[in-house]
C-alpha cells in the first residue's frame, strides 16, 4: 500500500512538472493555437522569434514540425467522378511529364504543421495522422489526400512515418514508402500525394524564421 502511494506521487509531481514546463512557454500551450486543420499561423511563430530565445521556442514548439515547400506540377484524374455518390473517394493525381520540376505554392510555403495534437483531438497520443477528412491531426482538404493519408508515430524523441495505403502514395526524400515505417531526420522531405513537406525540429524551425527575419 505504501508503495502505490509512493508511486502515486511521482506520478503527479511528474504531471506537475509537465504542466509547469507549458506553463513556462512563451504563449501558453501550443495546441490550443493550432486551427481545425492542426495549422499554427506563420505570423504567431514570427513574432515568437523575434521576442525570444531559441531555448524557450523549442519549449513552446514540443515537437518538429512539417513546412510545406511545394506542389508537384500534374493533374487530379477526373474522368471517373460521375456521381455526387464518388465525391467520397480520393482521386488519382497524375504527375506533368512535361514539368519535371517541383512548381512552388506561396500557400503552402506558410503552412506549418506542429506534430502536436490538438486541444481536442481523440486516439494514441503517440500516434499523429495525417489526412483528408475531420478526425486526422493534420488535415488536409484535397481529393489527392485519401481519407487517412499516413500516421506518424512518436516515441522517445524518435519520428517514423508510414503510409495507410494510400492511392497517391507517401513519399520521403523522393521514394515511395509502404506500411513499413520510415524513420525521419531533421530536413527530410515529406510528400503526400502531390504535395511536399520539409521535416524540421523547433531548432531548425527557429534557425529558418530567424533567416527569413534577417533577409
Known amino acids: 500500500m505504501f508503495g502505490l502511494k509512493k508511486k502515486q506521487k511521482k506520478d503527479n509531481d511528474d504531471m506537475a512538472a509537465v504542466d509547469g514546463a507549458k506553463a513556462r512557454s512563451p504563449l501558453g500551450d501550443i495546441s490550443k493555437m493550432l486551427n481545425a486543420s492542426g495549422r499554427i499561423a506563420l505570423p504567431t511563430l ?15 514548439m514540443e515537437q518538429p514540425v512539417l513546412v510545406g515547400s511545394s506542389i508537384q506540377s500534374g493533374s487530379l484524374n477526373l ?31 506558410h503552412a506549418i504543421y506542429p506534430l502536436v495534437k490538438g486541444e481536442y483531438a481523440t486516439g494514441p497520443i ?24 499516413a500516421i506518424l508515430e512518436i516515441k522517445r524523441g524518435n519520428y517514423a512515418i508510414m503510409d495507410c495505403g494510400s492511392t497517391n502514395g507517401t513519399m520521403v526524400n523522393g521514394k515511395r514508402i509502404d506500411k513499413k515505417p520510415v524513420n525521419l531526420r531533421d530536413g527530410n522531405i515529406v510528400g503526400f500525394a502531390r504535395y511536399e513537406f520539409t521535416f524540421l525540429s523547433p531548432e531548425s524551425l527557429y534557425d529558418m524564421l530567424s533567416g527569413a527575419e534577417d533577409d
Open 46 to 60: 514570427q513574432k515568437l522569434v523575434k521576442v525570444y530565445q531559441k531555448t524557450k521556442f523549442k519549449i513552446f
Open 79 to 109: 474522368l471517373k467522378r460521375a456521381s455526387k455518390e464518388e465525391m467520397n473517394r480520393t482521386v488519382v493525381f497524375e504527375l506533368d511529364d512535361a514539368e519535371e520540376a517541383s512548381s512552388p505554392s506561396e500557400t503552402l510555403k
Open 126 to 149: 503517440n500516434s499523429f495522422s495525417i489526412g483528408r477528412v475531420d478526425g486526422n491531426d493534420m488535415i488536409m482538404p484535397d481529393y489527392a489526400i485519401s481519407k487517412q493519408h
